[in-house]
Nanobody, 114 residues
Framework: QVQLMESGGGLVQAGGSLRLSCAAS????????MGWYRQAPGKGRELVAT???????NYADSVKGRFTISGDSAKKMVYLQMDSLKPEDTAVYYC????????WGQGTQVTVSS
């Protein structure tokens, strides 16, 4: 059974930084894509960043230039470095890994105070 566990969330002031980590356990064959979504209170889930097995990255316009995704497929780890945080970045952040199917973490809360 595959499980993903996020860590690194918390409370930070606007302009600060956080680094989220996501560790997967269990057998995962041929990871194709890893990434992060977020969901703010009263809003739908938003794709934040993706990393493909070929090393290509994609970011939501709202985080471009501030967030950086990285990962290691062999170690089944994915990271999200978040700099210059804004109050509107406040959300629960979920990691995911896609291979034959998509696996999700439970989420970690990020709160940015103004």
């Amino acid at each position: 059974q595959v499980q993903l566990m996020e860590s690194g969330g918390g409370l930070v002031q606007a302009g600060g930084s956080l680094r989220l980590s996501c560790a997967a356990s269990g057998i995962i064959f041929r990871i194709n894509r890893m990434g992060w979504y977020r969901q703010a209170p009263g809003k739908g889930r938003e794709l934040v960043a993706t990393l493909t097995s070929g090393g290509n990255t994609n970011y939501a316009d709202s985080v471009k230039g501030r967030f950086t995704i990285s990962g290691d497929s062999a170690k089944k780890m994915v990271y999200l470095q978040m700099d210059s945080l804004k109050p509107e970045d406040t959300a629960v952040y979920y990691c995911y890994i896609t291979s034959l199917s998509t696996h999700w973490g439970q989420g970690t809360q990020v709160t940015v105070s103004s």
